[in-house]
Nanobody
Framework: QVQLVESGGGLVQAGGSLRLSCAAS????????MAWFRQAPGKERDFVATIGWTNFNTYYADSVKGRFTISRDNAKNTVYLQMNSLKPEDTALYYC?????????????????WGQGTQVTVSS
């Protein structure tokens, strides 16, 4: 069992930056792949980024590539999402997710555990 708690969301102007954190409880954090998804009001949950067991295996949605960076610190049981050059269309509730598998995936149904989400609002 893994519990995930996101933090770091907030209100920022377009062009600004935020860093989201996701703290995981439970054992064997390093054996889980991790991901960030987001959901805007009235829209489906969209994939943002995923990371494998180490920081060398990552994959991003085209909409955030070059602006967002996902990373993890296995010693702290934490995954991060550094978001730069934020745009109003990045406004959403951001969720952290975990899956006990070896291959990264962008498919949300393949993730076993989810946090409650942290709100990111980007003003124009």
């Amino acid at each position: 069992q893994v519990q995930l708690v996101e933090s770091g969301g907030g209100l920022v102007q377009a062009g600004g930056s935020l860093r989201l954190s996701c703290a995981a409880s439970g054992r064997s954090f390093s054996s889980y792949i991790m991901a960030w998804f987001r959901q805007a009001p009235g829209k489906e949950r969209d994939f943002v980024a995923t990371i494998g067991w180490t920081n060398f295996n990552t994959y991003y949605a085209d909409s955030v590539k070059g602006r967002f960076t996902i990373s993890r610190d296995n010693a702290k049981n934490t995954v991060y999402l550094q978001m730069n050059s934020l745009k109003p269309e990045d406004t959403a509730l951001y969720y952290c997710a975990a899956a006990r598998r070896s291959r990264i995936t962008e498919i949300h149904t393949e993730y076993d555990y989810w946090g409650q989400g942290t709100q990111v609002t980007v003003s124009s």
